[in-house]
Protein backbone atom coordinates (compact mmCIF):
# COMPACT_ATOMS: atom_id res chain seq x y z
CA UNK A 1 0.00 0.00 0.00
CA UNK A 2 2.82 2.66 1.00
CA UNK A 3 4.50 1.69 -2.63
CA UNK A 4 1.27 2.18 -4.74
CA UNK A 5 0.35 5.55 -2.84
CA UNK A 6 4.04 6.52 -3.02
CA UNK A 7 4.01 6.06 -6.99
CA UNK A 8 0.69 7.94 -7.04
CA UNK A 9 1.54 10.92 -5.47
CA UNK A 10 2.39 13.08 -8.00
CA UNK A 11 0.84 15.85 -10.06
CA UNK A 12 1.29 13.95 -13.40
CA UNK A 13 -1.26 11.35 -11.99
CA UNK A 14 -3.79 14.04 -12.61
CA UNK A 15 -4.62 15.40 -16.20
CA UNK A 16 -7.30 14.88 -18.78
CA UNK A 17 -5.96 11.80 -19.64
CA UNK A 18 -6.41 10.58 -16.01
CA UNK A 19 -9.39 12.81 -15.27
CA UNK A 20 -10.47 13.70 -11.94
CA UNK A 21 -12.87 16.28 -10.38
CA UNK A 22 -9.73 17.65 -8.47
CA UNK A 23 -8.22 18.56 -12.15
CA UNK A 24 -10.61 21.26 -11.87
CA UNK A 25 -10.59 22.35 -8.45
CA UNK A 26 -6.74 22.52 -8.16
CA UNK A 27 -6.76 25.76 -10.57
CA UNK A 28 -9.09 27.83 -7.59
CA UNK A 29 -7.50 26.13 -4.54
CA UNK A 30 -10.34 27.55 -2.65
CA UNK A 31 -12.83 25.76 -0.57
CA UNK A 32 -16.23 27.08 -2.24
CA UNK A 33 -14.88 25.99 -5.59
CA UNK A 34 -13.65 22.72 -3.99
CA UNK A 35 -16.48 22.15 -2.34
CA UNK A 36 -18.77 22.28 -6.06
CA UNK A 37 -16.17 19.87 -7.65
CA UNK A 38 -16.76 17.05 -4.83
CA UNK A 39 -20.22 17.60 -4.57
CA UNK A 40 -20.41 16.79 -8.21
CA UNK A 41 -18.37 14.31 -8.26
CA UNK A 42 -20.75 11.55 -8.71
CA UNK A 43 -20.37 9.20 -12.09
CA UNK A 44 -17.47 8.78 -14.44
CA UNK A 45 -15.02 10.86 -14.17
CA UNK A 46 -14.20 12.25 -18.06
CA UNK A 47 -17.89 13.26 -17.92
CA UNK A 48 -17.60 14.95 -14.31
CA UNK A 49 -14.39 17.23 -15.43
CA UNK A 50 -16.17 17.87 -18.66
CA UNK A 51 -19.17 19.39 -16.73
CA UNK A 52 -17.16 21.03 -14.26
CA UNK A 53 -15.45 22.63 -16.80
CA UNK A 54 -18.62 23.96 -18.17
CA UNK A 55 -18.95 25.71 -14.73
CA UNK A 56 -18.04 29.43 -14.16
CA UNK A 57 -16.62 29.76 -10.45
CA UNK A 58 -17.18 33.44 -10.28
CA UNK A 59 -20.36 33.30 -9.72
CA UNK A 60 -20.19 32.04 -6.18
CA UNK A 61 -19.33 36.08 -5.86
CA UNK A 62 -22.12 37.23 -7.90
CA UNK A 63 -25.61 38.61 -6.93
CA UNK A 64 -28.74 36.16 -7.19
CA UNK A 65 -30.21 37.72 -9.56
CA UNK A 66 -27.31 36.60 -11.80
CA UNK A 67 -26.85 33.24 -11.05
CA UNK A 68 -30.81 32.99 -11.61
CA UNK A 69 -29.70 33.97 -15.12
CA UNK A 70 -26.54 31.94 -16.15
CA UNK A 71 -27.35 28.26 -15.96
CA UNK A 72 -29.30 28.24 -19.08
CA UNK A 73 -29.42 24.52 -20.69
CA UNK A 74 -27.27 23.32 -17.88
CA UNK A 75 -27.75 19.99 -16.02
CA UNK A 76 -25.22 16.59 -14.66
CA UNK A 77 -26.93 13.47 -14.06
CA UNK A 78 -29.82 14.25 -11.14
CA UNK A 79 -29.53 17.60 -11.40
CA UNK A 80 -30.80 20.35 -13.59
CA UNK A 81 -30.82 23.76 -14.17
CA UNK A 82 -32.82 24.68 -11.03
CA UNK A 83 -30.79 22.05 -8.78
CA UNK A 84 -27.49 23.70 -9.95
CA UNK A 85 -29.01 27.65 -9.95
CA UNK A 86 -30.06 26.75 -6.30
CA UNK A 87 -26.46 24.93 -5.25
CA UNK A 88 -24.40 28.26 -6.44
CA UNK A 89 -27.31 30.90 -5.14
CA UNK A 90 -26.50 28.56 -1.44
CA UNK A 91 -23.12 28.63 -1.61
CA UNK A 92 -22.83 32.50 -2.36
CA UNK A 93 -25.26 33.00 0.97
CA UNK A 94 -22.88 30.69 3.17
CA UNK A 95 -20.41 32.99 1.76
CA UNK A 96 -21.84 35.76 2.84
CA UNK A 97 -23.14 34.34 6.29
CA UNK A 98 -20.18 32.62 7.66
CA UNK A 99 -16.87 31.15 7.34
CA UNK A 100 -17.28 27.65 6.09
CA UNK A 101 -13.47 26.36 8.30
CA UNK A 102 -14.79 28.19 11.19
CA UNK A 103 -18.16 26.37 10.95
CA UNK A 104 -16.43 23.16 10.47
CA UNK A 105 -13.97 22.90 12.50
CA UNK A 106 -15.60 24.41 15.79
CA UNK A 107 -18.39 21.35 15.37
CA UNK A 108 -15.38 19.48 14.89
CA UNK A 109 -13.59 20.17 18.07
CA UNK A 110 -15.90 19.58 20.15
CA UNK A 111 -15.20 15.54 19.68
CA UNK A 112 -12.70 15.53 17.56
CA UNK A 113 -15.31 14.49 14.84
CA UNK A 114 -15.61 14.95 11.46
CA UNK A 115 -19.32 13.57 11.28
CA UNK A 116 -20.05 16.83 13.43
CA UNK A 117 -18.19 18.97 11.24
CA UNK A 118 -19.89 17.69 7.81
CA UNK A 119 -23.03 17.73 9.70
CA UNK A 120 -23.01 21.58 10.65
CA UNK A 121 -21.87 22.53 7.02
CA UNK A 122 -24.91 20.44 5.92
CA UNK A 123 -27.27 22.07 8.32
CA UNK A 124 -26.25 25.60 7.83
CA UNK A 125 -26.63 25.12 3.97
CA UNK A 126 -29.97 23.24 4.63
CA UNK A 127 -31.08 26.83 6.96
CA UNK A 128 -29.88 29.11 3.90
CA UNK A 129 -31.98 27.93 1.29
CA UNK A 130 -35.36 25.88 1.58
CA UNK A 131 -35.25 24.84 -2.23
CA UNK A 132 -35.99 21.13 -2.55
CA UNK A 133 -35.89 18.26 -4.92
CA UNK A 134 -34.57 15.38 -5.81
CA UNK A 135 -31.33 16.68 -7.34
CA UNK A 136 -30.75 18.95 -5.15
CA UNK A 137 -31.00 16.77 -1.99
CA UNK A 138 -28.81 14.12 -3.22
CA UNK A 139 -26.13 16.89 -4.11
CA UNK A 140 -26.05 18.25 -0.65
CA UNK A 141 -26.53 15.21 1.25
CA UNK A 142 -28.41 15.34 4.54
CA UNK A 143 -27.07 15.47 8.51
CA UNK A 144 -25.72 11.71 9.63
CA UNK A 145 -28.05 10.64 12.25
CA UNK A 146 -26.60 6.41 11.83
CA UNK A 147 -23.46 4.57 10.88
CA UNK A 148 -24.92 1.36 10.54
CA UNK A 149 -26.55 1.84 7.37
CA UNK A 150 -25.88 5.31 7.16
CA UNK A 151 -24.57 7.38 3.73
CA UNK A 152 -20.84 6.89 3.30
CA UNK A 153 -20.21 10.09 2.69
CA UNK A 154 -18.22 9.91 -0.05
CA UNK A 155 -18.33 13.19 -1.63
CA UNK A 156 -18.31 15.13 1.36
CA UNK A 157 -15.21 12.85 2.69
CA UNK A 158 -13.27 13.50 -0.50
CA UNK A 159 -13.54 17.30 -0.06
CA UNK A 160 -12.32 17.27 3.79
CA UNK A 161 -9.24 15.05 2.45
CA UNK A 162 -8.63 18.28 -0.32
CA UNK A 163 -8.81 20.64 2.29
CA UNK A 164 -6.67 18.68 5.09
CA UNK A 165 -3.95 16.71 3.67
CA UNK A 166 -0.75 18.71 2.03
CA UNK A 167 0.58 16.57 -0.68
CA UNK A 168 1.10 16.48 -4.53
CA UNK A 169 -2.52 16.06 -4.90
CA UNK A 170 -4.08 17.28 -1.67
CA UNK A 171 -4.24 20.89 -1.03
CA UNK A 172 -3.93 20.96 2.82
CA UNK A 173 -5.83 24.73 3.42
CA UNK A 174 -7.60 24.15 6.69
CA UNK A 175 -5.10 23.95 9.92
CA UNK A 176 -7.68 23.76 12.32
CA UNK A 177 -8.29 19.52 11.35
CA UNK A 178 -6.08 16.88 12.60
CA UNK A 179 -5.49 14.24 9.56
CA UNK A 180 -5.85 11.09 11.78
CA UNK A 181 -9.81 12.14 12.19
CA UNK A 182 -10.02 11.60 8.79
CA UNK A 183 -12.10 9.33 7.09
CA UNK A 184 -11.75 7.61 3.96
CA UNK A 185 -14.13 8.52 1.04
CA UNK A 186 -15.96 5.24 0.04
CA UNK A 187 -17.26 5.03 -3.21
CA UNK A 188 -17.82 1.36 -5.27
CA UNK A 189 -14.02 1.32 -6.32
CA UNK A 190 -12.30 1.54 -2.87
CA UNK A 191 -15.20 -0.67 -1.73
CA UNK A 192 -14.85 -3.10 -3.95
CA UNK A 193 -10.41 -3.12 -4.00
CA UNK A 194 -10.56 -3.08 -0.36
CA UNK A 195 -12.28 -6.29 0.31
CA UNK A 196 -10.73 -7.92 -2.21
CA UNK A 197 -7.56 -7.03 -0.35
CA UNK A 198 -8.95 -7.94 2.80
CA UNK A 199 -8.78 -4.25 4.21
CA UNK A 200 -12.98 -4.67 4.59
CA UNK A 201 -14.63 -7.29 5.64
CA UNK A 202 -18.37 -5.22 5.80
CA UNK A 203 -20.49 -6.60 2.96
CA UNK A 204 -22.36 -2.88 3.35
CA UNK A 205 -21.25 -0.10 1.73
CA UNK A 206 -22.31 2.14 4.30
CA UNK A 207 -20.75 4.71 7.04
CA UNK A 208 -19.92 1.66 9.16
CA UNK A 209 -17.79 0.61 6.20
CA UNK A 210 -16.08 3.54 6.43
CA UNK A 211 -15.24 3.63 9.91
CA UNK A 212 -13.97 -0.45 9.96
CA UNK A 213 -11.25 0.55 6.43
CA UNK A 214 -10.33 3.66 8.20
CA UNK A 215 -9.25 2.04 11.46
CA UNK A 216 -7.65 -0.86 8.97
CA UNK A 217 -5.67 1.84 7.26
CA UNK A 218 -4.81 3.55 10.68
CA UNK A 219 -2.24 0.13 11.09
CA UNK A 220 -0.83 0.93 8.27
CA UNK A 221 -0.32 5.03 9.25
CA UNK A 222 -2.65 5.95 12.38
CA UNK A 223 -1.62 9.92 11.81
CA UNK A 224 -2.83 9.92 7.82
CA UNK A 225 -4.66 6.90 7.40
CA UNK A 226 -6.78 8.42 4.86
CA UNK A 227 -3.70 9.10 2.13
CA UNK A 228 -4.29 5.42 1.01
CA UNK A 229 -7.33 7.10 -0.54
CA UNK A 230 -6.25 8.14 -4.08
CA UNK A 231 -3.97 4.90 -4.86
CA UNK A 232 -7.27 2.56 -3.65
CA UNK A 233 -9.57 4.83 -5.77
CA UNK A 234 -6.93 4.35 -8.81
CA UNK A 235 -6.78 0.63 -8.05
CA UNK A 236 -10.04 0.04 -8.92
CA UNK A 237 -10.98 2.66 -11.58
CA UNK A 238 -8.12 1.62 -13.60
CA UNK A 239 -9.25 -2.32 -12.96
CA UNK A 240 -6.05 -3.16 -11.72
CA UNK A 241 -7.09 -6.20 -9.56
Not at 211 to 234: I, S
Request: aromatic letters at 12%; one cysteine or more.
Amino acid sequence: MDTEMRQRNHALEISYERPDPILVAQRYKEPYSALVCALFAYGRADLIVRFLDRLEFALLDAEEAVIRSAFEGYYYRFQNRADITEFFITLRRLKLETDMEALFTDAYGRNRSVIDGLNALISAMRGLNDYESRGYRFLVGSEVTKYRGGAPMKRWLMFLRWMVRSDAIDFGLWEGVDTADLLMPLDTHTFSVSRRLGLLQRKTYDLQSVVELTQTLKTFDPADPVKYDFALYRLGQEKVL
